[in-house]
């Protein structure tokens, strides 16, 4: 992609200038953008495809929404709720299907060809691991320890109160401690 | 950006850490490629309807969506008799005015803009139920027979028309509210029972059929067949 000149200015700017009918700024939005939520995408669907599919929803999906950008809004929060809304929703429509977990497994490892095998197998156990906190908890962890948002901002994003996103957060990090302890033991 | 001693302790830390560690090498032009396809995607969404209404901010889109329900409902209240003033009983008045409530409500929900968190899944499933619960209360509340004496209705047949008038004056209420729609889950639904609700203002103001069975095969069934047949509809063919 060619460098912009714009390329310091902050996301809000972008946005603004977007809504204005500023394509360029879309270009510079999904820049900064893309590459973050493939990989908050990556991690919750371990599906390449499916990833970038909901990535290219999110886009869309804030195109539709640029007219409902107010001066003063942070974007990050914006994109976030769009990306997570998307995949609740993909989840949901997943188990209406019922789609059986040897399918879930075909698609898992996105990272096979580029990946050592020993980082490949640890990285396989944190995912059923991560996999087996129930997903309110896994997005917070995902966006708190992945995005390293603050808990008030997830809070915003996940529609609940920071309070909550907190329990969550501490509940998510004792369970993922108890499934992963023997292997860190191992590490230690 | 977080608190460090929020953060979990430094094993499990570790290892998490190691899921970015495997991140994906660069992609320039695999982010290039996806660049191009959802530009090309909102400018064809541009070009249509749909993306133009859908676009607009949602303050915009809610105006627009209350204007048509108004006008078409003053239109429709009075080029066509309403039934006597005998019949306005207190029932009447308050299934008209839940009628609105539920039009309103289901509005706001199909409005609701994307980067807000989704609605919990219970809100739209209860707004649906209510809906259709709605039109089937009010089929109890029908307008006393003694009003019908000078009308000559012959039963299922009567019925069978008022279901068909409901349903086509459904549809455009249907129609308008997904044009509207960002893309919120079960936004279909909504709007199914939102069809379906219209069609009942439409029928419960003006059809001086008196009779519980009336009003339930030929008006509460109009909600029934909107959600069931249009929740089916999009079960078979899921929207994208």
Redesign the interface.
């Known amino acids: 992609m060619s460098p912009d000149p714009r390329a310091g200015a902050s996301d809000e700017d972008l946005m603004s200038a977007y809504v204005d009918g500023d394509d360029a700024a879309f270009r510079l939005l999904f820049e900064r953008y893309a590459p973050i939520l493939l990989r908050l995408t990556r991690r919750h669907l371990r599906d390449d495809e499916l990833a970038q599919e909901i990535v290219q929803q999110t886009f869309f999906r804030l195109h539709g929404a640029r007219n409902d950008f107010r001066q003063g809004s942070k974007l990050r929060p914006w994109v976030m709720t769009i990306a997570m809304n998307l995949v609740r929703e993909h989840w949901r429509r997943k188990k209406r299907r019922k789609v059986t977990d040897l399918e879930v497994d075909t698609q898992a490892a996105p990272e096979a060809d580029f990946m050592p095998l020993e980082l490949r197998q640890r990285s396989a156990l944190l995912h059923g691991a991560l996999e087996r906190l129930p997903h309110s908890q896994r997005e917070v962890v995902e966006l708190h320890w992945f995005q390293e948002r603050p808990y008030a901002e997830i809070a915003q994003i996940v529609g609940t109160s920071e309070g909550a996103v907190r329990v969550r957060a501490h509940r998510a990090y004792t369970t993922l401690k108890q499934l992963l302890v023997s292997e860190i033991r191992g590490d230690e | 950006?977080?608190?460090a001693s929020?953060?979990?302790?430094a094993?499990?830390?570790?290892?998490?850490r190691?899921?970015?560690?495997?991140?994906?090498?660069d992609r320039?032009q695999?982010?290039?490629d996806?660049?191009s396809?959802?530009?090309a995607?909102?400018d064809k969404?541009d070009r249509t309807l749909a993306?133009f209404l859908?676009?607009?901010?949602?303050a915009?889109r809610r105006m627009l969506v209350l204007s048509i329900f108004a006008v078409l409902g003053i239109a429709g209240w009075f080029a066509f008799p309403v039934i006597d003033v005998e019949g306005r009983s207190v029932q009447w008045t308050a299934s008209l005015v839940a009628f609105c409530i539920l039009l309103v409500l289901a509005m706001f929900m199909v409005t609701r803009?994307?980067?807000?968190?989704?609605l919990p899944?219970w809100q739209s499933v209860s707004l649906v139920a209510v809906a259709v619960g709605a039109t089937i209360v009010a089929a109890f509340w029908p307008i006393p027979a003694a009003l019908s004496a000078a009308h000559d209705h012959g039963g299922g047949f009567m019925a069978g028309a008022c279901m068909g008038v409901g349903l086509l004056l459904g549809v455009p209420v249907y129609a308008l509210l997904r044009l509207v729609d960002?893309?919120n889950?079960l936004g279909n639904l909504v709007a199914a029972a939102a069809a379906g609700v219209a069609g009942n203002f439409v029928l419960k103001a003006h059809c001086a059929i008196p009779g519980t069975s009336h009003e339930l095969l030929g008006h509460a069934s109009v909600a029934l067949v909107f959600v069931v047949g249009l929740g089916l509809v999009h079960r078979w063919i899921?929207s994208k």
């Open positions: 950006m977080t608190d929020d953060r979990p302790d094993g499990l830390g570790e290892r998490l190691e899921l970015d560690a495997v991140a994906m090498p320039g695999l982010f290039e996806m660049f396809e959802v530009k995607q909102c969404s993306g859908r676009s607009r901010s949602t915009a803009p994307v980067h807000l968190p989704a899944r960002r893309g889950a899921p």
